[in-house]
């Protein structure tokens, strides 16, 4: 098979030819349709976040088929003990010992990839290949970081790519009221965050037009958390739902008092799968995305890191 390799952190990846895997016990093989492109792949890329083995298959927002023809969705988590205090207690997120597809398990920039049976997931039939990708991540990550923000009105998107595009639908449909914060004088994504849903989209240096019930910071930048701090109402919660990000700033107390709160979110469950995917359809999610074929996989990761598409960027093998 084909695929695009992460032979070296920091440098490029490389097309090559492998050995098509075998499925162990309990795994199944799919052949990969499409695989989104999500920034923990660039944080991997780049050497921001360290991988536990090279090379490495990155992708961790796979659709592909099962030798029996079933279409399937992989995502970030892709393997936990059951045994650890973290899964007993239905944190499997947390696991001790938990593996990620992409990382410790060889991804989706390739034409076939194997997965745990246990964490692979039927997806809506009225999406495209490319259209259901993003949401394994994107979406999945983003719908547990808005549980985790409270059922307030008020919702600020900090970073409106991939899973902003896709959690400013859902907040929508359930009645929420969403500002969206883009890099300074970014018209384009805020443009197209007021298509998607959102009633006000500016700068992330700026207030918004009212308090806050609840923020949600996408972007890798900690420069962004007191920013949110401060656009909170009393009682408010910034939510960090990246897997890395810039070192924050020092802020002053009162940005957090009056029972202001900041949690991060790590990872996701088998339950929030569940969860979003039967919700998607209903909202209904719709993604927007820019697709490369494999050997363009490097220049997905480059356009990504420089904010050159709107929505997702989607690999299809």
């Known amino acids: 098979m084909r695929a695009a390799v992460l032979e070296q952190q920091g440098q490029p990846l490389v097309l090559r030819e492998l050995p098509d895997p075998c499925p162990e016990a309990g795994q199944l093989r799919l052949r990969v349709h499409a695989c989104g492109v999500c920034r923990t792949d660039l944080h991997l890329r780049d050497h921001e976040i360290d991988a536990t083995k090279l090379p490495v298959v990155l992708g961790h927002q796979i659709v592909g088929v099962d030798d029996d023809g079933r279409r399937l969705g992989v995502p970030w988590l892709g393997w936990t003990c059951g045994e650890c205090v973290f899964c007993l207690s239905g944190r499997e997120n947390l696991c001790l010992r938990a593996r990620f597809t992409g990382r410790d398990i060889d991804g ?43 059922d307030g009105e008020r919702l600020g998107l900090y970073g409106f790519g991939s899973a902003a595009h896709m959690i400013c ?52 930048d900690g420069t962004l958390v007191p920013l949110a701090l401060r656009a909170l109402d009393r009682g408010g919660a910034v939510v960090c739902a990246g897997i890395h990000m810039s070192q924050i700033p020092a ?19 088998r339950r929030d799968a569940e969860e979003f995917l039967a919700l998607a359809p209903k909202v209904p999610v719709r993604t927007t995305f820019t697709a490369y074929p494999l050997d363009q996989a490097e220049q997905a990761l480059a356009d990504l890191r420089e904010g050159r598409f709107s929505g997702s960027a989607v690999i299809v093998p």
């Open 108 to 150: 989706g920039y390739a034409e076939l990839t194997v997965a745990d049976e246990r964490y692979c997931f039927a997806l809506p039939d009225d999406l495209t290949d490319e259209q259901a990708a993003p949401l394994l991540c994107g979406g999945l990550i983003g719908y547990r970081a808005l549980n985790l923000a409270g």
């Open 251 to 269: 802020f002053s107390y009162d940005d957090l008092w009056e029972e202001r709160l900041i949690r991060s979110v790590a990872n996701l469950t």
């Open 169 to 220: 639908q859902v907040a929508r449909h359930q009645g929420r009221r969403v500002f969206a914060f883009t890099r300074p004088g970014d018209s384009v994504g805020q443009d197209f965050a007021r298509s998607v849903g959102a009633e006000w989209a500016g700068d992330s240096t700026v207030k918004p037009p009212e308090p806050l019930d609840a923020a949600i910071i996408f972007a890798s």
